[in-house]
């Protein structure tokens, strides 16, 4: 397969308590695009409701140490006690059938993708102002205290790495940022370095 027919990866990121998750569900049920998600690998216990093999894929520490020796992620990172991280063959697999690749991943993750995989969107979710991060990060009952203090500081500091992303999204209500997330990939899909070659080849050309 040719280079120019490799999908799109889409990173979205931001914060912890901005959202992600939400906007990321949001902009699946928009249905408008092939979009495929990645499912992450996670040794967090699972949350009531959660699915294994649909949200995460749920292992042990050991098993998740094991898949790091044997460099099975695209990235990976610890995260408030616990790791997450992508598994490397699906996104190799997705992106070489053409497919169009989302991960919804924290920041640290982030960019050791944009180290590895420069051509990827790279898109911030932020939250529309700073009282509505912390009433998000309260509201998360399932979690004591302690946990949503971890979070809200390492919040602040991820929100200084905004500046290392393609693309900025206020989470101002999900709808909102699910279409704008929309368009940044309808955009990215005419750039012209990512168009040319199939353009030129279509009109029998040759690319200069
Ligand atoms: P939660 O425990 O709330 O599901 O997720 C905690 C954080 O981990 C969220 O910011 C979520 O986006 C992030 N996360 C989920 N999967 C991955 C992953 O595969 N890699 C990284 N680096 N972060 C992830």
Do not use: C, W
């Not at 497919?99 to 051509?119: H, N, S, T």
Request: net charge negative.
């Amino acid at each position: 397969m040719k280079l120019n027919e490799r999908g799109l990866l889409i990173v979205i990121s931001g914060p912890s308590g901005v959202g992600k998750g939400t906007v990321r569900k949001a902009l699946f049920e928009l249905g408008k695009h092939n979009l495929e998600y990645s499912v992450s690998m996670t040794t967090r216990p699972p949350r009531e409701g959660e699915k294994d093999g649909v949200d995460y894929y749920f292992v042990s520490r050991e098993e998740f140490e094991q898949r790091i020796k044997e460099g099975k992620f695209l990235e990976y990172a610890e995260f408030v006690g616990n790791y997450y991280g992508t598994p490397l063959d699906y996104v190799e697999e997705s992106l070489a059938k053409g497919k169009e690749v989302v991960l919804e991943i924290e920041v640290q993750g982030a960019l050791q993708v944009r180290e590895k995989m420069p051509d990827a969107v790279f898109i911030f979710i932020a939250p529309p102002s700073r009282q509505a991060l912390r009433e998000r990060l309260m509201k998360r009952a399932t979690e004591p205290e302690e946990v949503i203090n971890q979070r809200m500081e390492k919040a602040e500091r991820e929100i200084h790495m905004a500046y290392k992303y393609d693309y900025i999204v206020v989470n101002d209500t999900v709808e909102n940022a699910a279409d704008r997330i929309m368009a940044i990939i309808r955009a990215e899909h005419a750039r012209t370095e990512r168009t040319i070659q199939k353009y030129m080849k279509m009109l029998e050309l040759e690319v200069e």
